[in-house]
């Protein structure tokens, strides 16, 4: 399987020899971007609502549902890399250190923060722009395929 020239292993094979520390790192990467681009959606999404802008409106939707299904096939990537270079695949982020001991490069470490801090925001402009705070705590729980860091 490929993603944006990132080539993930399938649980129905073993891990190719090229899986390692570094194709996880551009998974987070991956992961990262797709999170700005949505906060970024978010964002234009208020303003065309306050601009009471009905075609920007259903563009930004239409863009954001196609960047929360993206990013929840980046997290399913990011899990399978996990499970190859981990006891287990389900390993929350907050506990790559143990999942990954020694191998836990202070660039792991860094694009983890940097991902938690971009769903935080991420959060935060859910429920300021999202009139329904149930939808937006939905959203944020994984709901739909929303934004988690597990």
């Not at 939808?135 to 395929?145: D, E, K, P, Q, V």
């Amino acid at each position: 399987m490929s993603l944006d020239g990132l080539t993930i292993p399938t649980r129905s094979h073993e891990a190719p020899p090229a899986v390692g520390v570094d194709t996880l790192e551009h998974a987070l990467e991956m992961e990262l971007r797709l999170l700005s681009e949505l906060h970024a959606l978010l964002q234009e999404w208020s303003a065309a609502m306050a601009q009471n802008d009905l075609a920007a409106v259903d563009e930004n939707v239409i863009a954001a549902h196609r960047v929360m299904r993206t990013l929840e096939e980046a997290r399913w990537n990011r899990r399978v890399i996990v499970g190859f270079l981990a006891p287990a695949e389900d390993s929350p982020l907050e506990e790559l250190d143990v999942a990954l001991g020694p191998r836990m490069t202070p660039a792991l470490i860094e694009l983890r923060a940097r991902l938690r801090d971009e769903v935080r925001s991420v959060s935060r402009e859910l429920a300021i722009s999202l009139p329904f705070p149930g939808l937006a705590i939905f959203l944020t729980s994984g709901g739909a395929g929303g934004v988690t860091i597990s």
